[in-house]
C-alpha cells in the first residue's frame, strides 16, 4: 500500500511516490494507494475509498465552524481511519508504505493498520515531524526555534502562510501529536533520503533501530547524458577569463541551468546577484513559483542579460535543457534534504554548483561530482561558477564521475534492494 495525500504528481515527493509504485510494479508487486479524491488524481481502482479532500487555505478566510471542522481533521479523521481500514481489510497489503500524510490523512490512518498487522515504513520526505512550518526556514534564513518542541514560536513569528491562525493550529497538531506519539509510536520504520535528516530526527529522540537512510533514486534510462549537439552559441570570452571557453570547440555546453520552484529558500536572489557579476555566463532559470516577478525585476534592474526565465516546462523539455547544458546550478539556502533535480543532472553526466547546507554536501561532493559554495553568499557562489565554466575539461570529467554516482548508488537497481531489504525487515504476517 503507498499512502500519499495527493495520487498525482504535484512535487518532489509526489515524483518519488510514483517513481517508486512504478518500480514496484514493474518488479511484480501490487501497488495499492491511498489518498485524497481529487478530479487530477491518476486513475486507480482503488479510488472509490480514497478520503474527501481537506481545504487549507488561509483560516482567516474561513467562517469559524469551517475553522474548527479543518483543524479537528488535522489532528485526527475519522473518515481516513474507516476508509484506510476498509481498503486494508479489502486488498489485505502486506505492507503500508507511508509519504505524506500530514494534515489531509493524518495519524489516524496508523492505528487500522497496525491493528490488522501490516508493517509500516514512513519515507521522511521533509522536516514536517520536527517543524510546524515544514522547513526549518522563516523570514528569509534557517530557523530551529521548535527544534526543543516550544511550538509557540511558530505562532509568534507567523511561520505558517504568514499567519497567526495558521501556525496557531500547526502549533497544537504538532504538540498533540507528539504527546501522542502518534506517528512514533505506529510506525515501525522511519526512512530517511539523506544522513542529515536522520541526524534530525535522532536528534528528536528516535532511536537509532527506527531510523533508516535510504537515499531517493533516479532513472538512468530515461535521464541519461546527450549523445548529440551540445547545445547553442551563446557562450562568450572576457578579457579577465572569467565566461572563457567555447561550448562548441570542448563538446561542453555552452550555458547552465537552475531548475526547481522560484522560490526565496531556494536562494535565487542570491543567484541572480552572483550571475549579474558574470555577464558571459548564460543562464537558464527553468521553473515557476511566488519569487517569479521579484526574480525577473531583479535580473532588469541589475541588467544581467545573460539570464534567461524560460518558466515552467515539462520534464521532458528539462530533460533536454540539463543535457544539453555544461552544469546545473542549486544554490539553496535551507536544509535541503535529497533534491531531485541534483539526482536527474547526474544521471545526464552533468557536474552541480550547489550550496553547502543540509543533505546537498552527501550528494554534491566537493570537487568530484561538482562544487560546493557557502549558502547565501554571492562571491561564493560566483567563485564556484566561474571555475566551472573556465574549466570544461573539469567539468566534463565531473560530470562523468556523477553519472558514475547516478548508475550505482543512486541506481533503481541499488534503490530496490534497500527498499526491499526493509520491507522484509518490517513485515510482520
Not at 102 to 122: A, W
Request: proline letters at 6%.
Amino acid at each position: 500500500m503507498q499512502v500519499n495525500k495527493y495520487w498525482r504528481v504535484r512535487g518532489g515527493s509526489d515524483h518519488y511516490v510514483f517513481g517508486l509504485s512504478r518500480m514496484l510494479a514493474g518488479r511484480g508487486h501490487e501497488i495499492i494507494p491511498f489518498a485524497m479524491e481529487d478530479p487530477a488524481n491518476e486513475p486507480s481502482r482503488y479510488s472509490a475509498l480514497f478520503v474527501s479532500p481537506v481545504e487549507l487555505s488561509d483560516p482567516y478566510r474561513m467562517s469559524i465552524w469551517k475553522r474548527i471542522g479543518v483543524a479537528s481533521r488535522i489532528l485526527s479523521s475519522h473518515e481516513a481511519a474507516i476508509r484506510i481500514a476498509i481498503l486494508a481489510d479489502l486488498a489485505k497489503p502486506d505492507i503500508a508504505h507511508l509519504h505524506n500524510i500530514y494534515h489531509h490523512l493524518s495519524p489516524s490512518i496508523l492505528k487500522p493498520l497496525v491493528e490488522r498487522g501490516i508493517g509500516t515504513v514512513m519515507t521522511v520526505h521533509d522536516y514536517k515531524l520536527l517543524c510546524p512550518a515544514l522547513r526549518f526556514y522563516n523570514n528569509g534564513k534557517v530557523c530551529e526555534k521548535c527544534r526543543t518542541r516550544h511550538y509557540s514560536s511558530c505562532v509568534a513569528d507567523r511561520c505558517v502562510h504568514g499567519s497567526r491562525a495558521a501556525s496557531a493550529v500547526c502549533a497544537v497538531e504538532m504538540f498533540v501529536h507528539d504527546v501522542l506519539k502518534a506517528y512514533t509510536s505506529r510506525i515501525d520504520r522511519f526512512i530517511a533520503p539523506s544522513n542529515f535528516l536522520a541526524g534530525k530526527l535522532l536528534d528528536r529522540g528516535l532511536p537509532p533501530e527506527q531510523v533508516t537512510v535510504i537515499p531517493n533514486f533516479v532513472d538512468t534510462r530515461l535521464w541519461h547524458p546527450d549523445d548529440g549537439d551540445g547545445g547553442s552559441d551563446a557562450g562568450g570570452r572576457r578579457d579577465d577569463g572569467i565566461g572563457s571557453g567555447d561550448g562548441d570547440d570542448d563538446g561542453a555546453g555552452d550555458y547552465i541551468v537552475y531548475s526547481g520552484r522560484l522560490a526565496r529558500e531556494k536562494g535565487l536572489e542570491t543567484l541572480v546577484r552572483a550571475m549579474a557579476t558574470l555577464p558571459d555566463i548564460p543562464i537558464k532559470i527553468i521553473g515557476s513559483g511566488m519569487l517569479d516577478t521579484v526574480t525577473r525585476q531583479l535580473a532588469r534592474d541589475l541588467r544581467a542579460a545573460n539570464i534567461e526565465f524560460a518558466g515552467f516546462k515539462p520534464e521532458k523539455e528539462v530533460r533536454r535543457l540539463v543535457q544539453g547544458s555544461r552544469f546545473i546550478c542549486t544554490p539553496s539556502e535551507w536544509y535541503e534534504n535529497a533534491p531531485n533535480v541534483i539526482l536527474e543532472a547526474f544521471a545526464c553526466g552533468k557536474p552541480v554548483v550547489a550550496s553547502r547546507i543540509g543533505g546537498i554536501p552527501e550528494m554534491v561532493r566537493d570537487g568530484m561530482t561538482g562544487l560546493l559554495a557557502e549558502p547565501g553568499d554571492i562571491e561564493s557562489l560566483r567563485d564556484c561558477i566561474a571555475r566551472l565554466w573556465n574549466d570544461p575539461a573539469l567539468s566534463r570529467e565531473m560530470g562523468a564521475a556523477a553519472r558514475r554516482l547516478a548508475e550505482t548508488e543512486y541506481s533503481p537497481e541499488t534503490h530496490y534492494s534497500r527498499i526491499m531489504e526493509t520491507y522484509k525487515q518490517i513485515k510482520r504476517t
